[in-house]
């Protein structure tokens, strides 16, 4: 088992055979494949209608430009919901990004995300009061229904870690939103 | 409502918002993947003129900075640092050779110090004179006296009985003197590799001496920081003149005009660290240069060039300008130049022809010129500007 970089440094599965043949999926079809998943999980934890889009591109960006080695894993979409899930929730990309959102938006650009319901709205604000990690947990387990090992693989942390977050992002949700204890 | 009711119909949400999306766009882009290749495109061209952006905002600030700086390096300095106080001078003609004298800038209250040196120097805090003495034995020492005159003290601790060590200055911290070093033993050769250079001694008794240069100098100054010494170089055997001191054989020809005799200033300056390392030439005037006045913000040193006129260079050699005196049309050479405490004037023995030898002051930038001193057939030489005012 060889090891590589995705994100921030986590190790990402890959196969040695992968590696000796080069990728196995265009990254066309990989991308067609993951985009409108990727692009729900930045909008989940950026709460940016015009920048979601753009964090989701950028993770592809850097996936595309990697492509002879990204392509290699056993499962790049496991590495490219790493890259978007840390660039939503960084400060400074989010900064980043709506900056460049508010200049095309002054030039008449209209973000191609709809607004969600209002109950929507406040859930996901919600989730991202969270601490970092649980409100990554929280939006892999509920938007893509991933299993515990998924969402570990895709943090680069241990399933007893991501239950733990999963704990206690669902205590904080289920007081903040006001529901009954026996809920969560 | 349960926690997971209401989790699942917000990732309901999500997906709706995203589909809407693939709705909204699909209708101008025939594969999702397009979207990626305008992104890309656009990222690239923004990438292009971010960096000609920096590039030019780099080059824009590094244009202002350089030119801030320049600006205030050639600056003359005008921030007062210390007071002005009396000015030491010696004189020649009205007593007897080199008798020190002080005086107030504008030219009031001279005072006799009744002692003789031909090279008085204030400390930086004003307290003493340093002064050269007689040591013990046929050697040239340190001295000190106070602001009147009194209080002589010969600083002669090193007792090397071959080395002179002359005029100098007194350090900023006032722990050290930088003095001129050389010897008169075995005439006719004036100059001494083995010997001539420049020395430290400590302030206090004239012990601990250090030996800063193998390269002969006149009349060191401390920099306002204490870290450098500045110096005049003298000539040294190779290409010189035989001295003037009846020293040259019978039959020898006379000396052509303008060449320098072994052992006296060559128009070189000499700048180099305190503790003797970093030596480098500055500047090469032909002519007289001694002595050497460092501004007290440290960034010029004055000196004489010739004519009506004083030049001025940095420390590292650069920014070398003239400073000519032209309000004064009768003033035909500016000798001795001494920058005063707060930095703004300097004062000169000016020469207004014949035997009308006199002190003047002026700014920094040549203007303002006013004579302190109304007399003739005195020789007056060597003026400092000290801190002291009473």
């Known amino acids: 088992m060889t090891r590589s970089s995705a994100g921030r440094g986590d190790p990402v599965t890959k196969t040695n055979e992968a590696t000796a043949e080069g990728p196995s999926d265009t990254f066309e079809d990989f991308y067609e494949r993951e985009f409108r998943s990727v692009v729900g999980l930045?909008?989940?934890?950026?709460?940016?209608?015009?920048?979601?889009?753009?964090?989701?591109?950028?993770?592809?960006?850097?996936?595309?430009?990697?492509?002879?080695?990204?392509?290699?894993?056993?499962?790049?979409?496991?590495?490219?919901?790493?890259?978007?899930?840390?660039?939503?929730?960084?400060?400074?990309?989010?900064?980043?990004?709506?900056?460049k959102?508010?200049?095309?938006?002054?030039?008449?650009?209209?973000?191609?995300?709809?607004?969600?319901?209002?109950?929507?709205?406040?859930?996901?604000?919600?989730?991202?009061?969270?601490?970092?990690?649980?409100?990554?947990?929280?939006?892999?387990?509920?938007?893509?229904?991933?299993?515990?090992?998924?969402?570990?693989?895709?943090?680069?942390?241990?399933?007893g870690t991501v239950k733990k977050h999963l704990y206690d992002g669902r205590q904080t949700l289920a007081r903040r939103l006001e529901l009954e204890e026996d809920d969560a | 409502m349960t926690l997971d009711t209401r989790a699942r119909r917000a990732a309901l949400g999500i997906h709706r918002a995203v589909e809407v999306m693939e709705m909204t766009t699909s209708t101008t882009e025939h594969r999702?993947?397009?979207?990626?290749?305008?992104?890309?495109?656009?990222?690239?061209?923004?990438?292009?003129?971010?960096?000609?952006?920096?590039?030019?905002?780099?080059?824009?600030?590094?244009?202002?900075?350089?030119?801030?700086?320049?600006?205030?390096?050639?600056?003359?300095?005008?921030?007062?640092?210390?007071?002005?106080?009396?000015?030491?001078?010696?004189?020649?003609?009205?007593?007897?050779?080199?008798?020190?004298?002080?005086?107030?800038?504008?030219g009031t209250d001279v005072r006799d110090l009744s002692v003789e040196s031909r090279c008085p120097s204030w400390a930086p805090d004003g307290s003493k004179i340093l002064i050269s003495a007689n040591g013990s034995g046929a050697t040239v020492r340190p001295a000190t006296i106070n602001r009147?005159?009194?209080?002589?003290?010969?600083?002669?601790?090193?007792?090397?009985?071959?080395?002179?060590?002359?005029?100098?200055?007194?350090?900023?911290?006032?722990?050290?003197?930088?003095?001129?070093?050389?010897t008169d033993r075995e005439l006719p050769d004036l100059y001494h590799p083995e010997v001539d250079?420049?020395?430290?001694?400590?302030?206090?008794?004239?012990?601990?001496?250090?030996?800063?240069?193998?390269?002969?100098?006149?009349?060191?100054?401390?920099?306002?920081?204490?870290?450098?010494?500045?110096?005049?170089?003298?000539?040294?055997?190779?290409?010189?003149?035989?001295?003037?001191?009846?020293?040259?054989?019978?039959?020898t020809p006379p000396c052509p005009s303008g060449s320098i005799s072994e052992g006296d200033p060559d128009g070189s300056v000499f700048v180099v660290n305190a503790d003797g390392t970093g030596l480098h030439r500055i500047a090469q005037v032909p002519g007289r240069v001694p002595p050497l006045s460092w501004s007290p913000d440290g960034r010029w040193i004055l000196f004489e060039t010739g004519g009506a006129a004083v030049e001025v260079v940095h420390p590292d050699g650069t920014?070398?300008?003239?400073?000519?005196?032209?309000?004064?049309?009768?003033?035909?050479?500016?000798?001795?130049?001494?920058?005063?405490?707060?930095?703004?004037?300097?004062?000169?023995v000016g020469w207004t022809g014949s035997d009308r030898y006199n002190l003047f002051t002026a700014r920094m930038d040549g203007t303002d010129v006013e004579q302190i001193t109304h007399t003739r057939g005195i020789y007056y030489r060597v003026p400092d500007w000290g801190t002291n005012t009473g």
């Open chain 2, 148 to 182: 009147d005159g009194t209080g002589l003290t010969v600083l002669d601790a090193d007792t090397s009985t071959y080395l002179n060590l002359g005029c100098g200055a007194i350090s900023p911290d006032g722990t050290r003197l930088v003095l001129e070093g050389s």
């Open chain 2, 32 to 106: 999702t993947v397009e979207r990626f290749d305008r992104f890309r495109d656009r990222k690239q061209r923004n990438r292009r003129v971010g960096a000609l952006l920096v590039a030019a905002m780099v080059a824009i600030v590094t244009l202002v900075a350089a030119t801030i700086a320049l600006e205030r390096r050639d600056k003359l300095p005008v921030t007062p640092p210390a007071q002005n106080g009396r000015i030491v001078f010696g004189e020649q003609g009205r007593l007897d050779s080199n008798h020190l004298f002080t005086i107030n800038p504008d």
């Open chain 2, 319 to 348: 920014g070398l300008r003239r400073i000519t005196l032209e309000s004064v049309p009768t003033l035909r050479a500016a000798a001795y130049p001494s920058w005063s405490p707060d930095g703004t004037r300097f004062v000169f």
């Open chain 1, 101 to 159: 959102m508010v200049a095309r938006l002054a030039l008449g650009y209209t973000p191609a995300l709809p607004e969600l319901s209002e109950d929507d709205a406040e859930f996901w604000r919600v989730v991202r009061s969270l601490p970092r990690r649980q409100a990554q947990v929280i939006a892999l387990h509920y938007l893509e229904d991933r299993p515990i090992s998924d969402i570990a693989e895709i943090l680069g942390t241990a399933e």
């Open chain 1, 42 to 99: 930045a909008y989940a934890l950026s709460g940016s209608r015009s920048g979601a889009e753009d964090l989701a591109q950028e993770a592809f960006l850097i996936a595309h430009r990697d492509w002879g080695q990204v392509g290699t894993y056993d499962r790049p979409e496991v590495w490219v919901r790493r890259v978007v899930a840390n660039l939503s929730v960084s400060v400074f990309r989010r900064g980043v990004v709506e900056a």
């Open chain 2, 197 to 251: 250079g420049i020395y430290t001694v400590r302030a206090s008794d004239g012990g601990d001496l250090v030996r800063l240069t193998h390269r002969g100098g006149t009349d060191p100054d401390y920099s306002p920081d204490g870290a450098m010494v500045v110096f005049a170089g003298t000539q040294g055997p190779h290409g010189a003149c035989p001295s003037s001191f009846g020293r040259r054989p019978p039959g």
